[in-house]
């Protein structure tokens, strides 16, 4: 079975700075993906940053990285340069890439952004 | 490139009726899945369908089914309806064979009185 854990319910930030938001799994599978999506208030759900269990490097996409470390079972986003906009759900989640084919999600974390 | 797009954006049913969601995935993808997220909680799986079969279904009760159409469009039923199935449902499609993100529609808002 596959468990995502994100022990952060919400974070404040100020503006302009960078934020972790924490996300760590536990999978049987030998192969596997790490996804972080957005949810703003008006609920649909925006693919942010995608990382392969085999990936030797970690995942970038402009502001967002993502700090994978395989041995730690641990999947943490890192925004740069916060913006207000920012400021929504963030979801982490993991999906085998054999058998079932199922997105397993977190509990998500709010962060809000201060001006 | 259209999205997956979901209808109703929002469904009010009282107990014991049942709902019909609708979806659409972006054009080429055969996968539909659909998730239920209760109000403050995670995204939670309730079915898979590719190529017009349930591929898997999370651990939901049977009166949650759906299906999918040739052209793979995807409808989610709910029967008999229960106070607690108030909810975002959210539907999402991909390419099964290409183990990239799912893309996520803007979701329906069941609301049951």
């Known amino acids: 079975a596959q468990k995502i854990t994100q022990t952060q319910p919400g974070m404040f930030v100020q503006e302009k700075e960078a934020v972790t938001l924490d996300c760590t799994y536990d999978t049987s599978d030998p192969s596997y993906g790490l996804f972080w999506y957005k949810q703003p208030s008006s609920g649909e759900m925006i693919f942010l940053i995608y990382?392969?269990?085999?990936?030797?490097q970690n995942a970038t996409e402009g502001r967002y990285s993502l700090n994978f470390q395989k041995a730690r079972k641990s999947a943490n986003l890192v925004i740069s340069a916060s913006q207000l906009g920012d400021s929504a759900m963030y979801f982490c989640?993991?999906?085998?890439?054999?058998?079932?084919?199922?997105?397993?999600f977190g509990q998500g974390t709010r962060l809000t952004i201060n001006p | 490139e259209a999205g997956v797009t979901q209808s109703p954006t929002h469904l009010i049913k009282t107990r014991g009726q049942q709902a019909t969601l609708r979806c659409s995935p972006i054009s080429g993808h055969t996968s539909v899945y659909w998730y239920q997220q209760a109000l403050g909680l995670g995204l939670q799986f309730l079915l898979w369908?590719?190529?017009?079969?349930?591929?898997n279904r999370g651990n939901f009760p049977p009166r949650f089914s759906g299906r999918q159409f040739p052209n793979y469009s995807s409808e989610l039923n709910v029967n008999a309806l229960e106070l607690e199935d108030s909810a975002l449902y959210l539907c999402?499609?991909?390419?099964?064979?290409?183990?990239?993100?799912?893309?996520f529609g803007p979701g329906t808002r069941l609301t049951v009185l």
């Open positions: 990382q392969g269990s085999y990936d030797q």
């Open positions: 369908y590719d190529e017009g079969e349930e591929r």
């Open positions: 989640a993991m999906r085998g890439l054999q058998g079932a084919q199922k997105l397993v």
């Open positions: 999402a499609s991909d390419d099964p064979t290409a183990y990239n993100e799912q893309f």
